[in-house]
């Protein structure tokens, strides 16, 4: 069964376009990973800042495979640098 | 472009298995709404209690929809006694 990712970011107002600028290169990167079925960025509707990954991986092994690979690893120490809080990251199996 | 939701319970250990069966109705009855694309119940890896839906809808008009449906306004309150704290609600829509 596949599994999903919520990774939620709150990004400094001043820094979304920068955020939004590292997304697109680990996004594009990372849709080139074996294993990943989706993974985009999501803007929540009424509050801008909320800046959310979902992302949808064929197991636990391809997503840990994606935490190691060189363009997470570089890019999510520059994401992180753009963020109010640190990144809420919730990790699920289907149940229903 | 389609909207998606994140819907995350954290659920009273002892009300997990009556929060699942509450599920079961709801998702039958909204699976089958007009402008429904993906509701669905996901359980955290780690923290077991923490049950979120993941739904995607064709646009905001059918999540409104959803919202004022007789299933929802007679499930919903029973799902949020069985709950610790309110449900985080995140409406979404993709930017990248």
Wanted: charge should be negative; aromatic fraction near 8%; include cysteine.
């Amino acid at each position: 069964m596949t599994i999903r990712v919520v990774a939620k970011n709150q990004v400094k107002p001043e820094k979304v376009q920068e955020f939004m600028g590292l997304c697109k290169n680990l996004i594009e990167e990372t849709l080139k990973e074996e294993g990943c079925i989706e993974y985009g960025v999501y803007q929540e509707l009424e509050k801008p800042e909320i800046l959310t990954m979902l992302e949808e991986w064929k197991d636990e092994s391809s997503l840990d495979q994606h935490i190691k690979s060189d363009h997470f690893r570089e890019i999510f120490p520059l994401l992180s640098e753009c963020l109010e809080k640190e990144t809420e990251i919730n990790i699920y199996r289907k149940k229903l």
